[in-house]
């Protein structure tokens, strides 16, 4: 494998109006060299984050690569457009999910199964009714 060499390409791009100097092509998306891609306009899913952004959804509309010196590799991230995030959800639909699951657990009785609708007493993990079954049946057993 040869080192590859990306030339200066001008394209028109999804983030600037009138063709944008790039590095050519990756995988069908603009590639763009750490430095020439438009902090303002793009970032990485990393930069979002950072930002308290998401993708929300949409594709990356350009690739950026940066060349490690050091270890000779380059590596490759995909840019997002910045005014098409979404912010980051406090808390996502499965948190909610595990959450309710976890309510509802400490909810049933361990005696009779059932959901009396309320949280149980963490002790007993029984419902009233059994409860007070549990307690008459030691209350003779003494
Ligand atoms: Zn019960």
Request: proline share 8%.
């Amino acid at each position: 494998m040869g080192r590859r060499s990306f030339p200066w390409l001008l394209t028109e791009v999804p983030w600037a109006e009138g063709p944008q100097f790039t590095r050519g092509t990756y995988e069908g998306l603009p590639l763009l060299s750490y430095g020439c891609a438009p902090r303002d306009k793009l970032a990485t899913y990393r930069q979002l984050r950072a930002m308290g952004l998401r993708p929300g959804g949409q594709d990356p509309v350009a690739v950026l690569f940066v060349r490690h010196r050091a270890s000779g590799t380059t590596s490759f991230a995909s840019l997002y457009l910045i005014e098409r995030a979404a912010p980051v959800r406090p808390m996502t639909r499965a948190k909610f999910t595990a959450l309710a699951k976890a309510n509802l657990a400490r909810r049933i009785c361990r005696r009779c199964g059932r959901d009396p609708l309320y949280v149980l007493p963490t002790s007993t993990r029984l419902c009233w009714p059994c409860s007070e079954i549990a307690d008459t049946s030691t209350a003779h057993a003494a």
